[in-house]
Structure formats: C-alpha cells, structure tokens
C-alpha cells in the first residue's frame, strides 16, 4: 500500500471488531488510533489529521450519519468508510449518499478490508494526481525556484526526458529536492494520470525490502496471513520512485535488474510471473560508483539506472538563488502561520547569503520557518531569528554616511581658537571632524572603541572614516599603532 493511506481512525464500541481492525490495518503497516465513542472520535480529529475513518453507524453516544455529515464538511477531511450490520444495508447507502467513501458489512474477513483499502488507495492517489495537476505551485516545494545557470541547465533536462520512459537516475546531496524532482518528472510525463509510488529504501529493513517491491503470497513467512501486492503492482502504468537506491541490498539487485530488464518478477512465496509497465526513478545521496567499485552495488545495475542522470546543485553552488528561495520560503510561511513579515533586515540577508547550508533546501526552508514564527508581526526577520552559526560580517552591505555632524564630547572639545586656521579663516566640518577623530584616538591610546564612545558614533562608523583617510594617502598618526578592541 502506498503512504497515501498512512493513518486510519477506527471509530466502533464493540471491542472484538475494534481489535480485529486493528490488527488488520497494523499488519498492512497503518498508523491506527480507536475511539469507542463520537465524543472520543471528535477530540482525536480535532488534534490530529487521518487519511481514512471506519465509522461504525451505531454508537453509544450518537448516530454515525450524523457524525459522517458534520466529518465530511471538514476542509480537509478523511475517507470515510461505514461499518454496518446486515439490518442497516439502506441506512449505509445513505451514508453513502451523504459522502461516505464506502461501507463493510459485519462480520467481515481480512481480504474484504483488503479490497476496500486498496479501493481507497486508488481514489486517494487520483485526488492527489488531480490536486497536482491543477494547482502545481501548491505542491512544488521550492526547489525549482531560481534562475541560477545551474537551475536553467536542470530544467531543460527535465523538459527533454520527461516525456520519455526512460529511467532517470537523480543525485545530489541531502536536501537539495531530489525526490521534488522526481515529482516535477512525473508531473511532465505521459503517466501523470497513473499512480506515483514512492519506496524509500532505506527505511525499509533488509528482511522486509523484497515484500515491499514484489509482494508475497499468503504463508511466504511468519506473518503472512494474506496476500499483499508490492510496490511495483501498485504503480503499473504509472511510475515508481526509488529512493536512496543506494541502500538496497545485494541480494536484491539481481532481482531488481531483472525487473529493469524484463519488466517482471515472482511474489515472495509465489511462482506465478507477474508483468509490469512501470517507468523507473531513482535517487541516491551517494556516489554509486564508489559503491561499484567496493562491490557493495552491482555494476550492471548501475548502468540500468543511470540511462539518463540529473545531478541537482547544492544550495551554496546556486549563487543569487540564496536570496531568491529566501523570499520565496519567507511568503510562503508567513502565509502559512498568518503571519505579517516586513522581509528580511540586513543583517539576515548576509547570514542568508554566507551561510553554506550543509542541508541545503531543506534546511534552508526549515530555517525560514523557525524564523517567521520568531518574528513579530509587521517586523523584519532578523539574524538572531534566523540563529545560523558563524561570522557573517563581511556579507554585509556598507554602512550609508552618517546624516549628523560630528560631535566632540567631552573631553574632546571645540573652541573659537580650534575651528579657526593660522591666518584666522574658518576651517571646514571635514578638517574638525578629521582632529576630532584624531584627538579622541590620542586620548585613549588609540582603542577604537573607546575612541568610538568619546565621539558619540558607532566602531562601524569610525572604521569607515579610518578607511576613508588612508585611501585618500593621509591615514591620521594616532591610527599607524592601532590597538582595536
């Protein structure tokens, strides 16, 4: 079963056939929660989210169409699949009527919540496709925004190869949208009104890959008391995503080339040759010929895989599209949380643009989000909200002129017979301000930052004037010792 249909809410007061369901859906590998009451069933929907709800009709507490009515207005609400007894068919037609998904009779046998989760399991992959399709900017993630050489290269990769059938194999390091671009493929392909199944292999443990690709028979092993089809079934004419295909074990990969090869395979327990017409992708983190060449994957396979190879930039490889996915995550979140985000200070832009980003677009969007949820409404997000690691000074933009005259504060002070030259004409605001820079850095040893205070400017503002005298080929005597705290 896809990961469409994760986690499912059994809602039923007899306890039998709340344990058997959930055992059922447990061993199918769902993320299952029961509730023996409405009551109990409302608080668990109003804190979490379910992708399926088996609802019984009858309950303690209340009538299960009500209940089904008041689900289904939701904005985004589970399939909903009622639960009845022989004498209620007519009211579970109702149900239907009224937006049930569907309805099971008691009693029922593991193979009938088989056939209703695999009904479901189509439908919800068709709601997502359909979702997809009309409105792809809601489901990109962000990794195609840009206009980076490297981003424009990747795109016309996408638009030649994605029409074909060919596999794609798609590299780059964690976090730089590899399974996004996996999904824009899709997106472009002629499948795109087929299923999109996605394997993550390296979390799938070793004694248990096998089933997860072919399937098996009932009785193939401890455990297996009903027939499952496997991954590649459930993607025919569609397209099947393997990601971090590096993980897959060896014994494995004589099978998986098989399947590349001849485009069938055998359920674990099974002898019947089952075919497919399935288009491949793939995606590694990994450099797979180092792995070919330790022997850990099979060469074979590896040219089967790599027929046409994307490798997608890392994040610091993409120049000014640093600053171009910033602002794209920082509407977008700001949008998300409601929250009013006056961009970004200048101080988070240099952290934005000298940050390397060791977890790229992910970390990157992750890092933004932190940050707006921080920020008060109608204020810039700043680098303390953003709490990157390391000095980002030097990707601050110049500090502008100080609009103000200089001040002299005490003990630096001005007097008639200071703002006068020798021949009695009035000396200019740049000539006072260089002496008064220049007596404030006598009278504390040349310590900037003291100098600083004396002044009434900022150390940034008096290392810009500094710079400006000995570019200018007349830097001040009290500067050539300089000792900046």
Request: proline share 5%; aromatic share 6%; with cysteine.
């Amino acid at each position: 079963m896809s990961l469409s249909l994760e986690k499912i809410l059994i809602v039923e007061d007899e306890p039998i056939v709340r344990n058997l369901l959930t055992e059922i859906l447990t061993r199918r590998k769902c993320i299952v929660r029961s509730a023996p009451t409405l009551a109990e069933a409302e608080a668990l929907l109003s804190t979490d989210s379910f992708d399926m709800m088996l609802l019984d009709l009858r309950l303690p507490d209340g009538d299960g169409q009500r209940f089904l009515e008041r689900v289904t207005a939701m904005p985004e609400h589970p399939l909903v699949v009622m639960i009845t007894g022989y004498g209620t068919v007519e009211s579970a037609v109702a149900c239907m009527r009224a937006g049930a998904f569907d309805y099971v009779l008691k009693p029922f046998s593991p193979s009938q919540i088989d056939i209703i989760l695999k009904k479901a399991q189509a439908y919800s992959q068709l709601l997502q496709v359909n979702r997809y399709l009309s409105n792809p900017e809601e489901a990109e993630d962000g990794g195609l925004v840009g206009r980076s050489p490297a981003m424009q290269r990747m795109r016309q990769m996408i638009e030649r190869v994605a029409p074909t059938d060919a596999t794609v194999l798609i590299t780059g390091e964690s976090g730089t949208g590899k399974e996004m671009i996996a999904r824009e493929l899709y997106r472009a392909s002629q499948r795109r009104g087929h299923p999109f199944i996605k394997v993550n292999c390296a979390a799938i443990s070793e004694n248990l890959i096998e089933s997860e690709f072919f399937g098996h028979e009932r009785g193939a092993f401890t455990g297996a008391t009903e027939r499952r089809e496997g991954r590649f079934e459930l993607a025919n004419q569609g397209t099947l995503l393997l990601d971090e295909v590096s993980e897959i074990p060896l014994n494995l990969q004589a099978k998986l080339l098989r399947v590349l090869q001849e485009r069938e395979f055998e359920r674990v327990g099974g002898n019947r040759t089952i075919k497919v017409n399935v288009r491949l992708l793939a995606t590694s983190n990994r450099d797979l010929l180092s792995y070919v060449e330790k022997g850990e994957f099979r060469q074979d396979l590896y040219y089967r895989l790599n027929v046409f190879p994307i490798p997608v930039p890392a994040l610091r490889e993409r120049g000014d599209d640093l600053l171009i996915l910033a602002e794209h995550f920082l509407k977008r979140c700001a949008r998300k949380h409601g929250i009013k985000v006056n961009g970004f200070a200048d101080s988070a832009r240099a952290m934005l643009a000298g940050y390397r980003w060791p977890g790229n677009v992910r970390e990157m969007q992750n890092t933004i989000e932190r940050a707006v949820i921080l920020t008060e409404s109608g204020r810039p997000v700043t680098s303390a909200a953003l709490g990157l690691p390391g000095d980002f000074s030097a990707f601050l933009p110049p500090a502008p002129p100080e609009p103000e005259i200089l001040t002299a504060p005490t003990p630096v002070t001005v007097s008639a017979r200071t703002v006068t030259d020798e021949a009695g004409g009035v000396l200019t605001i740049a000539i006072l301000e260089k002496q008064a820079i220049q007596a404030a850095l006598l009278q504390t040893k040349s310590n900037r930052t003291q100098a600083a205070a004396l002044l009434g400017i900022s150390i940034r503002t008096l290392r810009n004037k500094l710079q400006e005298y000995r570019t200018a080929g007349s830097p001040l005597e009290a500067e050539l010792d300089s000792n900046e705290s």
